[in-house]
């Protein structure tokens, strides 16, 4: 029997895809992309310079953990809605696997959203760095859980000298190792991706230990617009909300929503 975790697999899956993906688009033709040439939006300036709402909207079809969420989703609709709503950011899973997405569907929006685009992916590799810039991406997501911290530096100055931001994803006290000089996002996950559980406790008790200058995201299981409030009271600037939005038939009008309310509470 094995005794794989999710995210065993998923990487273990990752490893295949991007080495049949560097096959097939090698880097040249990567550096021909229009998106290439392009700058970034910064996320960090939305939320400190133009005092956004921190949220990261997330576009997710489909979990490991919970099967499909809203199957027929269509960025083309969410990601403007979400946009007009009040977004400082969205996200979009590009698995197809796992998650249901793919890199079209980061492509078919990005010249029609003015906001960052985090390409949300199991990064385990360079190459998947500069197919993020490639592809329209403005911030791209390093989760320590599946890289060593000496991985975290070099992908993160990769990623830089692209334009690009970084997320640095932690879940626990022992990744606090990985957070290096340069890392100015900092995402702290609320789900354990061994099991997919939730602790909602694990961002409040984890913000304590890490360096005051950098924005402070809390990640998963944010449900509710008054636990936004109690997140900001405790320090976090940017909140990674997706499921919440994505469960209703209009996303961008369920973000609506949840800030209005979360402004009243």
């Known amino acids: 029997m094995s005794s794989m975790t999710i995210l065993d697999e998923i990487v273990e899956y990752k490893r ?23 700058t970034p939006i910064s996320y960090l ?16 079809r489909r979990s490991p953990s919970k099967g499909w969420i809203n199957e027929f989703a269509d960025t083309q609709l969410v990601i403007p809605a979400y946009e007009q709503a009040g977004a400082s950011a969205v ?13 079209e569907d980061l492509i078919a929006i990005r010249a ?14 360079a190459y998947q760095i500069h197919e993020a810039k490639a592809i329209g991406a403005d911030i791209i997501l390093l989760i320590a ?14 990623a830089f000298d692209l334009g690009l931001e970084v997320i640095l994803e932690l879940h626990d006290e022992e990744e606090m190792e990985h957070v290096c000089p340069g890392i100015s996002l900092v995402g702290i996950n609320n789900r354990n991706l061994k099991n997919f559980e939730v602790d ?21 299981g944010i449900t509710e617009p008054a636990q936004l409030a109690a997140f900001r009271q405790a320090g976090f600037e940017g909140f990674l909300i997706g499921e919440r939005f994505m469960r209703t038939h209009e996303p961008g009008e369920a973000l609506k929503d949840f800030l209005n309310k979360s402004h009243t509470v």
């Open 200 to 220: 909602i406790e694990r961002s409040m008790r984890m913000i304590e230990a890490l360096p005051k200058e950098s924005l402070m995201i809390a990640e998963s």
């Open 16 to 38: 295949k895809v991007v080495e049949q993906r560097k096959n097939a688009m090698p880097l040249s033709r990567l550096y021909e992309s229009p998106f290439y040439q392009r």
């Open 145 to 158: 859980a599946i890289l060593d911290p000496r991985e975290v530096q070099e992908f993160t100055r990769i």
């Open 91 to 103: 996200s979009i899973l590009t698995d197809d696997h796992f998650f249901g997405g793919s890199d």
């Open 112 to 125: 029609k959203t003015n906001i960052s685009i985090l390409r949300k992916e199991f990064i385990i590799d």
């Open 45 to 60: 300036d939305a939320v400190r310079t133009h005092s956004g709402s921190g949220i990261i909207a997330e576009f997710k």
